[in-house]
């Protein structure tokens, strides 16, 4: 699977949980889930455990505190799976 | 860690308590009861001459006992201190089958399928003393002990 692959798996992932004001145009690498895609705590819950899912790896506490933008959710990814 | 505990911790106080006692609480769920007094307030006006519990407080009683005693059971091993307890729901998806009518004691059973990053999510049903199904359904929440400072 190569990098523009898992950007768009990650974004499928997510536009599923955006708020009706952010469209799918607005997730950018640099974009910041909480503060810029408006998700909310439990949501991002959710974007952890669909990515959980679909890239069959486990994500840990310190993961999920790391994991504030589209690029950190990558980094995370490509972490796992090395 | 004994019941009275969990109901000590729990956010909520008269008249928004919806929580009687608990039946038994483990890793995977609960069960409690709690029983709708007569003269809640609330009955004066829902419905106008015609007093049934709202749906809204079917769900909030599912939650409390359901979510919020289990999460703070789920929670025991976090020594961030007592007390400081933030809950907050974030999903609710429920069907009503039966009213619940002033003075009725109902009974709440919960589980578990996950508790992750301070996520919580549950089968709720709740039961009338004659064991009818009066609602069922998932409830979410975020539920996490805050550090002390704040």
Redesign the interface.
């Given at each position: 699977m190569n990098e523009n692959q898992k950007y768009d798996k990650l974004k499928a992932i997510i536009s599923t949980y955006l708020p009706d004001d952010v469209s799918v145009d607005d997730i950018q690498m640099n974009s910041h889930f909480i503060n810029e895609l408006n998700i909310n705590s439990a949501h991002l819950v959710d974007i952890v455990l669909d990515v959980e899912d679909e890239f069959d790896i486990m994500l840990e506490n310190e993961d999920m505190e790391q994991m504030q933008t589209v690029k950190d959710a990558l980094e995370i990814i490509d972490a796992k799976l090395a | 860690m004994p019941y009275e505990e969990i109901l000590d911790q729990l956010p909520y106080t008269e008249p928004f308590l919806f929580v009687d006692g608990l039946n038994s609480v483990s890793d995977d769920g609960t069960e409690g009861f709690y029983t709708f007094p007569v003269d809640a307030y609330f009955y004066e006006g829902h419905f106008k001459n015609h007093p049934v519990t709202p749906g809204v407080l079917l769900t909030e009683c599912c939650a409390q006992i359901g979510l919020v005693c289990l999460g703070i059971f789920l929670l025991k091993d976090d020594d961030k201190g007592y007390g400081n307890l933030l809950v907050?729901m974030?999903?609710a998806e429920m069907e009503y089958l039966a009213p619940v009518f002033p003075g009725e004691k109902v009974t709440v059973t919960s589980e578990k399928v996950?508790f992750?990053?301070?996520?919580l999510k549950c089968q709720v049903r709740m039961f009338n003393a004659q064991k009818e199904l009066v609602c069922k359904g998932t409830i979410?929440?975020?539920i996490k002990k805050n550090s002390s400072e704040q």
């Open positions: - | 907050a974030s999903s996950y992750r990053f301070n996520k979410s929440g975020m």
